[in-house]
């Protein structure tokens, strides 16, 4: 069995995470993307404009944060919350394998849940001109993991994981990204859009942040989160009754 | 054999100081760890479950430390008092689980073995959202004894649990204490520990008070009377005999005879007055038909060693 992923860990958290009602979130919110495209292409001809405009206002900006957070926050967060992570922490595991099988399934949730409804929504809306559709699905699975890893963190040094995590994700990425321009160096959303600008033709996609510092960023903070979360769990005390 | 060493430990949580220099050894058999809600039980056994660091002190098992220190789960179970199980599981999901966390060879026969000890094989295809509160006891201990563990730790697993359960548990645990494994479980109420550990730690605002078999913290006690109920076949001759020696001080007559009847006798000096009992009934031929202490009870101690 490998030291770094635990199939037991992992079914246990997918299957958290997909029973829950926060589940209804991962799904409504990639149906809408798909809605509003059918919808726009319906009314409208494909247009690269309008599918910038969407894939990388709505599903960049928007879905994939929040997708993170409820995946990121709930793959561990209620387990702390209600004390069943005692179950997985009483056992022979190392707790580095247990923070990074749940961060790997985090990160396939949010993938699946961001990156290929983006993919689909961008065929829908202009057929994948300019390379548009795979740029921001690239973008959407690059920011999956970043966001998975922090908010990840974010659930295991807080009770309120989730309303951290959308402060972040809104407040931070959103607001303070469109009005402070040194904001949006530390924005995961401005490192993914890097890559998307690469991979992207023409001067549609843009990023204000440098490919070459944003993987870097990228890289690091993941790691970073992930070794922080992995130690707040190896010195995780239990909440006692009195 | 596996024996849980708590070492000069202290933990305190900012200002406040939860358990205070403790010293104990929890060896195999069935102790119980007694003590008024928040005087620092549970902090004790999450420290003994390696869920909290000691402040001061160590906590080792068989001289290993327990604190992150996670190959020591092979040898400990743990029972939780908190109610949070995976409750979109099966119970039969939830113990196989625990089986492969423990990295069992075989989960499902491991599995299938701790749901029959704990008799909720019948219940294990049900999602433990639909179970009782004795049932999620119960599976927990399936969860917990799935790897045979030579250590059981248990928090409060008494409640909530139905008289019939209650029984059903202490029986399992009593055999596990007579085949050699450590069982330590913590409660605040008195008759549970009484009927289950003749061994007690009792542990009072943070600072262990008392240690042993029960009934002999209860003669170490001196300065407080023992309470005694004779029946005999003369009560009236007895008790004039009895009150004559400076070990009794005071002895209460019931009226009638046989079952009815009896004798409430209070004792300063327990050595003595168990000496002096049975030779006073010889000499004056009298037959004693029940002597029984009437205030042995764990209830007394406690109540003793709280207020003192």
């Known amino acids: 069995m490998s030291s770094l992923y635990h199939p037991t860990v992992a079914r246990l958290t997918y299957r958290a995470l997909l029973g829950r009602r926060r589940a209804l979130i991962l799904f409504s919110l990639p149906a809408l993307l798909l809605l509003i495209a059918v919808a726009v292409r319906l009314l409208t001809s494909a247009d690269d404009a309008t599918a910038d405009g969407i894939l990388g206002g709505f599903a960049i900006a928007t879905m994939v944060p929040l997708i993170g957070v409820i995946a990121g926050t709930g793959a561990i967060g209620p387990e702390i919350d209600d004390g069943s992570v005692l179950y997985l922490l009483a056992k022979p595991v190392k707790r580095s394998t247990i923070v990074i099988t749940k961060l790997i399934v985090a990160i396939g949730v949010t993938a699946a849940f961001s990156a290929i409804p983006t993919l689909l929504a961008g065929f829908i809306l202009n057929g994948n001109g300019h390379q548009i559709a795979i740029a921001y699905a690239v973008a959407a699975a690059v920011a999956s993991v970043a966001y998975s890893a922090i908010f990840l963190l974010l659930g295991t040094v807080t009770r309120h994981a989730v309303v951290a995590g959308l402060v972040y994700a809104l407040v931070w990425e959103a607001l303070f990204g469109s009005l402070v321009s040194g904001a949006r160096t530390l924005s995961v959303q401005q490192w993914a859009l890097a890559l998307a600008q690469k991979i992207g033709e023409g001067d549609l996609i843009t990023s204000d942040v440098a490919l070459p510092t944003a993987v870097v960023l990228l890289v690091s903070v993941t790691l970073a989160a992930t070794w922080y979360a992995g130690s707040k769990l190896r010195s995780l005390t239990v909440a006692g009754e009195e | ?308």
């Open chain 2, 1 to 308: 054999m596996t024996t849980i060493a708590i070492d000069n430990v202290s933990r305190w949580f900012g200002n406040v100081v939860a358990v205070n220099d403790v010293t104990m050894t929890i060896g195999p058999g069935v102790t119980g760890l007694l003590g008024p809600n928040g005087a620092g039980k549970s902090t004790l056994i999450n420290m003994m479950g390696g869920f909290l660091a000691p402040s001061t002190g160590s906590v080792t098992l068989d001289g290993d430390p327990i604190w992150r220190n996670e190959q020591v789960y092979r040898r400990i179970g743990l029972v939780p008092e908190r109610e949070g199980m995976y409750d979109f599981l099966t119970g039969r999901e939830f113990v196989i689980a625990n089986a492969e966390l423990h990295g069992l060879p075989d989960p499902r026969a491991a599995a299938r073995k701790a749901l029959d000890t704990v008799e909720m094989d019948y219940a294990g295809s049900r999602k433990i959202s639909t179970y009782s509160k004795g049932m999620r006891q119960r599976v927990k201990m399936a969860s917990a004894l799935v790897h045979e563990p030579s250590v059981l730790l248990l928090d409060e697993p008494f409640n909530g649990m139905d008289p019939r359960q209650r029984m059903q548990l202490m029986d399992l645990l009593r055999r596990m204490g007579d085949n050699g494994t450590t069982v330590l479980f913590s409660s605040h109420i008195l008759e549970e520990v009484e009927q289950l550990a003749s061994h007690i730690e009792v542990i009072v605002a943070g600072r262990h008070a008392a240690s042993g078999d029960f009934r002999k913290i209860r003669r170490l006690m001196t300065d407080r009377p023992h309470r005694y109920l004779v029946r005999s076949s003369d009560d009236r001759a007895l008790a004039a005999a009895l009150i004559a020696d400076p070990s009794t001080t005071g002895i209460q007559v019931d009226a009638g005879d046989g079952a009815d009847g009896g004798l409430h006798i209070q004792a300063v000096d327990f050595t003595r007055f168990t000496e002096l009992l049975p030779r006073v009934a010889r000499d004056q031929g009298i037959r004693l038909l029940t002597v029984s202490p009437s205030d042995e009870s764990l209830e007394s101690v406690f109540s003793y060693l709280v207020a003192a």
